[in-house]
């Protein structure tokens, strides 16, 4: 019996006329509607806001860590069996014989602008140096941070958080929209990934819902990538000009001030709507070009006055170490332990101090030293066998609250990020095959990453290691690392200079982050039209610089005044039902891979038995 042909009849329906025409109605309200209730809540309540979204992103951490852990892990197991695998590995996302419509040069560095340029400017030190402080090496006590014993295990983590996982969520998403959109003919929206499951039931509202959860995934993650930029942007400006006007200096270190962050915002948020306005194929392009060889002058920059050696050595154990943990890094899962849990394993005599033990035993940011430090009453005067029992007792839950800060956030944030770099990917993928859609946007982007991190961050560590910086880097905030970093290095007008490409850098990253963002929503918006109306990329430009002010105000105004605090709970909690689509295309895309293998079988068996 031969194999049916495929479902390829999505319809979404456009409205013909008014503002939205040539754009769903119920993508487009469903979306706005949710964005700007988030807006009005953060704007009017914003210490409820945060408090609300706190209290919930805990609460969901507890229940859905190991979730996110294993699917991510599985998504790497995935792609890495569809690249092997000679019969899914070489069929073209397009017609026979269609060529890529971008070089390899542009096409890669549109990719990586769009896919973690921010993100390897604010954390090319703050992630290495702090995981070097703490992992959950250190954290089981197993060795001391901030040693040249945590270098390997500090870059395990950050090779984890930076490498093979972090790009195949984006390429989950990109290609299965690649490979529909191109091999189908189908729209490039996220519904048409889901068509193989739930064929026509995608024309409805179920696929309205599943192209919304990817708007507003899409929003979440870019507004936190866009906080981050910013926060660096508004230190560098600081660097360079002096303007005291644009810090916070009531802490230990001058911060990035509301009235410096919501005015980087608006410069950057207008200078991104313009780019969006000019499209891909200029804006975009010219922007991720200008970009790439501005991170290869600043990596030259390093490896010329910076530790390459060092860099070069750690790049090459960290890398090798990574690959030995890769199964137990992608699958290992760690669960919290509550008060009763943990009064049940300390030993008869601390019993009594549960209370006081348990928040100091299940801190991840802590030490031994400091749990006991902190201790007061009658927990002070326990023996030191007994305290180290009692810290031990806690050794889970510091390894839950590590892995829930650091690693699903860092998932989380993937997750949100991938409608967007997912459909962005697969729009300039068009004309590749599977297997170098998932080896160009998997392993050489990882590499590079890798490559960047040991780089950069491997510097800011040698200047501790060797007593230069005397650990003013570590004490920087993560967002002035880098610069704290080249004050070591380089001195004078050199400086000045390269901080001020620096700063140039990041601001052309975040556009290109933000117009590449606000593209991609309009795509979704209108149907898979690659060509969207003007106006709409204005209006969600708006809406997206909106977002991102209020919460930024609204982390301002809960406990611990973190900016960046309501944006990253609000983008783990909106990541959380798009990362149960994600693993829906993963079984999707396998279907459709396997029947369409099935149908070019019998094809050719139909071929031969006509010519015999």
């Known amino acids: 019996m031969a194999t049916p042909p495929p479902f390829t009849e999505l319809e979404i329906k456009r409205t013909s006329s008014g503002f939205y025409q040539g754009n769903s109605l119920e993508i487009a309200l469903l979306s706005k509607g949710i964005m700007i209730a988030l807006v009005l809540w953060a704007l009017v309540f914003p210490q409820n806001a945060s408090n609300i979204l706190s209290s919930f992103n ?6 859905f860590n190991g979730f996110y852990i294993i699917i991510v892990g599985l998504f790497t197991f995935f792609l890495f069996a569809l690249a092997v695998i000679p019969q899914t590995g070489k069929r073209i996302m397009g017609k026979a014989g269609e060529k890529p419509e971008f070089s390899n040069f542009s096409w890669f560095s549109m990719m990586f602008g769009a896919g973690l340029g921010v993100g390897l400017m604010v954390f090319s030190t703050a992630e290495p140096l702090g995981l070097w402080g703490s992992n959950p090496v250190i954290v089981s006590q197993e060795v001391v941070g901030n040693t040249p014993e945590a270098v390997k295990s500090g870059y395990r983590y950050t090779f984890l958080h930076y490498g093979f996982h972090a790009w195949s969520i984006y390429v989950v998403t990109g290609l299965s929209l690649a490979y529909y959109a191109y091999t189908r003919g189908m729209p490039l929206t996220i519904r048409s990934a889901l068509t193989p499951l739930f064929g026509r039931h995608m024309n409805g509202f179920g696929g309205h819902i599943v192209d919304v959860l990817g708007v507003v ?7 936190v990538t866009i906080g981050f930029g910013v926060s660096q942007f508004v230190d560098g400006v600081y660097n360079i000009t002096g303007m005291g006007w644009l810090m916070d200096t009531s802490g230990d270190v001058p911060t990035p001030g509301t009235v410096g ?5 608006v410069v950057i948020m207008g200078l991104s709507i313009i780019s969006a306005v000019s499209g891909v194929g200029r804006g975009v392009k010219y922007l991720s070009n200008l970009n790439l060889v501005l991170s290869m002058i600043l990596l030259l920059i390093f490896i010329v006055f910076g530790s390459f050696l060092f860099a070069m050595t750690t790049y090459a154990s960290a890398l090798v170490d990574y690959i030995i943990h890769y199964v137990s890094l992608s699958l290992v899962a760690f669960s919290p332990i509550d008060m009763a849990e943990f ?16 928040s100091g035993a299940v801190n991840p940011w802590g030490s031994f030293d400091g749990f006991v430090g902190g201790l007061t009453g009658g927990a002070a005067n326990l023996d030191p066998i007994t305290l180290s029992a009692a810290y031990e007792a806690g050794t889970e839950g510091r390894l839950f609250s590590w892995q829930a800060a650091w690693t699903t956030f860092y998932w989380a944030w993937w997750i949100a990020f991938s409608p967007f770099v997912g459909l962005f990917l697969a729009r300039i993928s068009k004309g590749r095959t599977v297997r170098e859609f998932i080896v160009g946007c998997v392993f050489l982007p990882a590499l590079v990453c890798f ?3 040991t780089i950069l961050g491997g510097t800011a560590i040698d200047l501790e290691l060797s007593g230069v910086a005397d650990g003013s880097i570590i004490a920087a905030s993560n967002s002035s690392k880098l610069f704290e970093t080249l004050s070591y290095m380089l001195s004078g007008g050199f400086l000045w200079v390269v901080t001020l490409m620096c700063v140039v850098l990041i601001l052309t990253f975040l556009v290109t982050s933000a117009d590449s963002g606000i593209l991609v929503m309009n795509t979704i918006m209108s149907g898979g039209e690659a060509v969207t109306k003007i106006k709409h990329r204005i209006v969600w430009g708006v809406i997206l610089t909106l977002v991102i002010g209020t919460l930024l105000v609204a982390g301002r105004s809960g406990a611990g005044a973190n900016p960046m605090a309501s944006l990253q709970n609000a983008m783990i909690i909106g990541a959380l039902p798009f990362t149960a689509v994600m693993g829906l295309m993963c079984v999707s895309l396998t279907k459709a891979l396997y029947r369409d293998g099935k149908r070019d079988k019998e094809k050719e068996v139909a071929v031969v038995e006509k010519t015999a």
């Open 58 to 63: 805990g609460a969901l951490l507890k229940n």
């Open 217 to 223: 995934a899409t929003i979440l993650g870019v507004s």
């Open 261 to 265: 962050l919501l005015s980087g915002l």
């Open 343 to 358: 009064a049940s394993a300390l030993p008869a005599a601390a019993k009594p101090f549960a209370s006081d033990l348990y």
């Open 451 to 453: 490559a960047w991190m």
